[in-house]
């Protein structure tokens, strides 16, 4: 029997199309409906970019005030939830919190087996507003801290702040915080997001669609990356042991965290805007530390590996000069990326025809099952 042509982590396969962003390895560019992420980044709020995803449009005044106030009104969760939250194991890690709630949050949701494009909309917006709140409850109750109640009067990146730390930082902070939740709303057929539209495929709802995106972005050469990253920057401690550090794990053929990509080959398009507000945050903070030490370890992968960074790694110590626990990291990624999972939720439910590839056998001829006292 002939061997198929194996696709092995589907590389370079076009699994369907899609209006929602376009990622151009040849000129490391990135649009979500046509924009480029960079100008969405100076110009526009998180909110606006969320509602362009859903929309295929930026909004206009009106819109965008609508919009604000139909994710504000729905972020508290269930004193339910609540009680499930302070019930989870403290050692529990951030990531399997939050999905853990957003399963429960489908069971809980009023429209749960309603698969309707107009339902499914109306439970995307209310997981972009009680994601943040069930974050934020489970990082607190995990260090023995109430939860903070959602203010509806805060933009999306302040309310964040607010549930986390129970205050909203300077401008420039949440400037920051708010370019790196556009970076992080949308990337194509990324594994998470592929995990989704697989599942919506089946015919299953939006909240089962997000439960098993959430379990895919927690994976180290996915979402995890940017937590890894500010652990490997806190490890190595300063940019004089940089180098030497690299050194060993070229010697150990270790995977370096925040560098390389399955589509960008010569730079990530998201990681000079994100690397320019890492360095303000540098800046508002006066700490150098983490963005030196990220500039040595850049430089030195390019230099003898040829290998880029990703998003993850201006990201990791951008979160942490936010003054972010680093397990926080990836439920931000989340927050972000929920905007893009429900876009794809729609577009695959919209022209569906059920995933289901083929695997090629390779395992023992056929044979007869032995009885139990011969095996
Ligand atoms: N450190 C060291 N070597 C690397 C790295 C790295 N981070 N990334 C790629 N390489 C090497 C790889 O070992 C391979 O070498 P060889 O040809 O000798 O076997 C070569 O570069 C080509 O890479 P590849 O294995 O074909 O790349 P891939 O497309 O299968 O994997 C990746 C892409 C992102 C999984 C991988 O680059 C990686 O594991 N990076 C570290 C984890 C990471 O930062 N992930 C975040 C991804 S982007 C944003 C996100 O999803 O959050």
């Known amino acids: ?48 970019v969320a509602y362009l995803l859903w929309n295929g449009e930026l909004p206009n005044r009106g819109q965008l ?15 339910a939830l609540h009680r499930v939250i302070k019930d989870f194991p403290a050692s529990a890690h951030p990531m399997d ?10 069971m809980e949701d009023p429209e749960s087996a309603d698969v309707s494009e107009a339902a499914t909309r109306r439970k995307a917006i ?15 109750a995990a260090k023995g801290l109430p939860p903070v109640a959602p203010d509806p009067s805060h933009s999306f990146g302040e309310n964040f702040f607010n549930l986390v730390f129970g205050k909203v930082p300077q401008p420039e902070v949440l400037k920051a915080f708010d370019v790196s939740l556009i970076l992080y709303a949308e990337h194509t057929f990324n594994a998470s997001t592929y995990t989704a539209r697989l599942v919506t495929s089946t015919g299953a709802d939006i909240h089962g669609a997000i439960t098993a995106g959430i379990a895919a972005l927690k994976g180290p050469l996915h979402g995890g990356a940017n937590e890894a990253v500010m652990h490997m920057l806190t490890e190595i401690g300063g940019p004089e042991q940089a180098e030497e550090w690299l050194s060993t794990r070229f010697d ?3 995977l370096v965290m925040g560098f390389g990509h399955r589509v960008y080959k010569s730079g990530d398009s998201r990681v000079p805007t994100m690397t320019k507000y890492a360095e303000k945050m540098a800046e508002v903070v006066g ?12 430089a030195k992968m390019l230099k003898e590996k040829n290998i880029h960074p990703n998003l993850d790694f201006p990201a990791g110590p951008a979160y942490y000069l936010m003054g972010f626990d680093i397990p926080l990291f990836t439920p931000i990624f989340v927050a972000a990326r929920i905007t893009g999972w429900a876009a794809h939720v729609i577009e695959q439910a919209a022209d569906n025809r059920l995933i289901r590839p083929l695997s090629h056998y390779t395992g023992p001829e056929q044979r007869p099952v032995p009885p139990m006292d011969q095996r």
């Open 1 to 48: 029997e002939a061997t198929p042509e194996i696709k092995k982590g589907l590389v370079g396969v076009y699994a369907d199309v899609s209006t929602i962003s376009k990622v151009m390895p040849e000129t490391n560019s990135l649009t979500y409906r046509g924009y480029a992420v960079q100008d969405l980044c100076e110009n526009c709020s998180f909110e606006e």
């Open 65 to 79: 005030a609508e919009f604000k106030a139909a994710e504000a009104a729905e972020r508290e969760i269930s004193p």
């Open 97 to 106: 919190a939050i999905r853990t709630a957003v399963s429960f949050m489908g």
């Open 126 to 140: 209310r997981l972009l507003a009680k994601i943040p709140t069930a974050i934020a409850a489970a990082h607190r």
């Open 252 to 254: 150990h053929k270790a």
């Open 287 to 298: 700490d150098r530390r983490w963005m030196e030490t990220s500039r040595v370890l850049a």
